[in-house]
């Protein structure tokens, strides 16, 4: 079993539509999570990053985290084309390196 | 931001040639990566370093070697290129938290 844990979709929803991307992990060592976008044949970028449990929003991004169920989730609001990419999580105790989910691949129709 | 800059971006290249991939980042990160992603497939770690003169092997077994000798750079070299090298690889250096800034990548043809 990975260390963290992420349905690969693809998913495909209409344009404004609020998209919900979920990891799980299992190393309860983890405090550190990430979230990654990648366009095809480009490198991931950094999308949030949050310690801990707890609520982080940017713009019409939310990242949130629920470490007693080992449960990260990034919201999209109002999602547009431009977001269709594939979406990463990552989760690292700072100790190690990031360990990276497989990604969701994300299309959002117009 | 991260300034992180891979070269080159493209290389097709024979069976047995030697290939150098080069890494470097202007932040003055310690820690480094290489990753190896084939299209629409996952990351797997190759290599990574904590430091000058510190490399360590990643989670996928790879036939590839790289070096610190510097902070700001990274390279990754293949002896002897063949077929199944084809993908691309990025190169990452952590920031905060440890969090990652990925390099544009190179993708990688071994005819």
């Known amino acids: 079993q990975k260390e963290v844990e992420q349905d690969p979709g693809p998913l495909s929803v209409p344009e404004g539509a609020i998209v919900s991307l979920n990891c799980t992990y299992s190393?309860?060592?983890?405090?550190?999570f990430m979230w990654y976008r990648q366009y095809s044949r480009k490198g991931p970028e950094l999308l949030m990053y949050t310690y801990s449990s707890g609520n982080k929003e940017d713009g019409r991004f939310t990242a949130q985290v629920d470490k007693s169920s080992k449960y990260i989730s990034l919201f999209i609001r109002d999602s547009q084309p431009s977001d269709s990419a594939t979406y990463l999580c990552?989760?690292?105790?700072?100790?190690?390196?990031?360990?990276f989910g497989k990604g969701t691949r994300l299309s959002v129709i117009a | 931001e991260a300034d992180i800059y891979q070269t080159p971006r493209y290389l097709v290249i024979g069976t047995g040639k030697k290939i150098t991939l080069e890494c470097s980042q202007t932040m003055g990160h310690d820690k480094m990566y290489w990753y190896q992603q084939d299209p629409g497939m996952e990351l797997h770690l190759i290599h990574y370093s904590y430091g000058v003169n510190s490399t360590e092997k990643g989670d996928l077994s790879s036939e590839s070697t790289v070096s610190r000798i510097r902070t700001e750079h990274f390279p990754l070299t293949l002896e002897s290129a063949r077929p199944s090298h084809t993908s691309q690889y990025l190169c990452?250096?952590?920031?905060?938290?440890?969090?990652?800034?990925f390099g544009p990548g190179t993708r990688l043809l071994v005819l």
């Open positions: 190393n309860s060592a983890f405090q550190y």
């Open positions: 990552a989760s690292s105790s700072g100790n190690t390196p990031l360990v």
């Open positions: 990452a250096s952590e920031g905060q938290l440890g969090s990652q800034y």
